[in-house]
């Protein structure tokens, strides 16, 4: 939602096309979860699921980067299938990545 008009604009769409010939997996919630910014404001920081086919059976959790006044989203990081969150300090640098592995039930973090 822009502050300044008070209109809103969907930044990610399920099955929108990135970089490439990945795209935003459809099907998933929480894609709203902006979790850093640029220092300038100008880009916002959101991860979501992205599938590199139509019908991927494991798409990873990557971070994207979008104009805050809408646009084409950018993969920043790849990401995995274990990853679960990622963290910024306040000039909008990439601090950390929290992963959580299925099978082994190891949760870790990882620096930058």
Request: proline fraction near 4%; charge should be positive.
């Amino acid at each position: 939602m822009s502050i300044k008009t008070g209109d809103i604009k969907q930044l990610l769409t399920p099955g929108g096309g990135l970089s490439g010939k990945s795209r935003v997996t459809r099907g998933q919630t929480g894609m709203g979860k902006v979790v850093g910014s640029t220092a300038d404001g100008k880009h916002l920081f959101i991860p979501a699921f992205v599938s590199k086919y139509e019908y991927d059976s494991a798409p990873k959790y990557a971070l994207l980067k979008v104009k805050a006044e809408g646009g084409r989203p950018r993969i920043v990081t790849p990401g995995s299938r274990k990853a679960m969150d990622y963290f910024f300090d306040g000039a909008g640098n990439l601090l950390a990545r929290e992963s959580l592995g299925d099978r082994s039930d190891v949760h870790s973090i990882e620096v930058s």
